[in-house]
């Protein structure tokens, strides 16, 4: 079942969403050669708690930390470790929260110093799908619009879509119906109505699309040992447009691009 959103239940989920964005916007202004993923990940924890909130993953069928941070290969679920970030590489930072009843969710990959022209390119086109898929997110949409909007635009650049991990609704369950496939063809599944609100995040393979997960029971990694790149925003689709509340700032309405009026793309420090 779907569960729409009053304006009241909304707007308890814009502080929730907020946090999250603003807790990644610190943990993206920290990531630097040396750092380690637990580092970021206490950093975290220490902020959502400060602010009231709980974080949504830790304890989360058994998931023992704040934040989801997946380096290089790994695609989505890498558990933070005492590992050192290194020049060259990417990290995928997930968080999630809750407030007040209700839960915030978003993602976004983050270049550790210098990285190559190619897996700039990664970080850029994977940001701009999330972008393509929020664009959709309005009344009389289908579901099935946001995941081919965001295929289209991954395979035109010679990238490869995760099929095993989708997006999902969100609001006081962190996963909720429906579920938000990254790819497949347009017009298909429920229509979208006003007071959805829902978690889209695409996640990108440099080369193949097969993942496989590690002993660990989490961390999801490409087969081809190529990097993966994971972008997430909660979006509500209302009548006015999609509304993004894990925008940086605040909540916005997103364009018919699915952008609003910040640099187009949002990820920092991207260069060849």
């Known amino acids: 079942m779907i569960i729409c959103k009053s304006a009241v239940e909304l707007d308890r ?28 990940d206490a950093h975290a924890e220490g902020r959502v708690r400060d602010r009231g909130a709980e974080p949504a993953f830790k304890g989360y069928h058994g998931y023992p930390a704040t934040i989801c941070a997946s380096v290089n290969e790994e695609v989505v679920h890498g558990i933070p470790s005492r590992r050192d970030l290194r ?3 990417i990290v995928s930072i997930d968080l999630g929260v809750l407030l007040d009843g209700f839960f915030g969710d978003a993602a976004v990959t983050v270049p550790v ?13 994977t940001e701009e799908a999330l972008h ?12 099935s619009d946001i995941g081919h909007s965001v295929q289209e635009h991954v395979e035109a650049h010679g990238f490869s879509v995760v099929r095993e991990f989708v997006g999902h609704g969100i609001g006081a369950s962190l996963h909720e119906e429906p579920q938000i496939p990254n790819y497949g063809g347009p017009g298909r599944g429920p229509r979208l109505v006003e007071g959805m609100v829902l978690a889209i995040e695409p996640m990108v393979n440099m080369g193949k699309a097969g993942v496989k997960v590690l ?31 894990t925008a940086p700032g605040g909540a916005v309405l997103a364009g018919a691009d699915g952008y609003w009026d910040v640099p187009r793309v949002l990820a920092t420090g991207l260069r060849s």
């Open 215 to 245: 002993g660990d029971g989490w961390t999801a990694v490409t087969r081809d040992g190529q990097p993966s790149a994971h972008f997430e925003h909660t979006v509500a689709v209302t009548s006015k447009g999609p509304l993004v509340l």
């Open 132 to 143: 393509r898929g929020l664009a959709k997110a309005r009344i009389g949409s289908r579901i």
């Open 87 to 89: 020049e060259g590489d």
């Open 113 to 125: 110093g210098r990285v190559s022209e190619r897996t700039a390119e990664l970080l850029r086109v």
């Open 13 to 40: 989920m814009r502080a929730a969403n907020a946090l999250v964005a603003a807790v990644l916007a610190e943990l993206r202004a920290l990531v630097q050669p040396g750092v380690t993923t637990a580092d970021l």
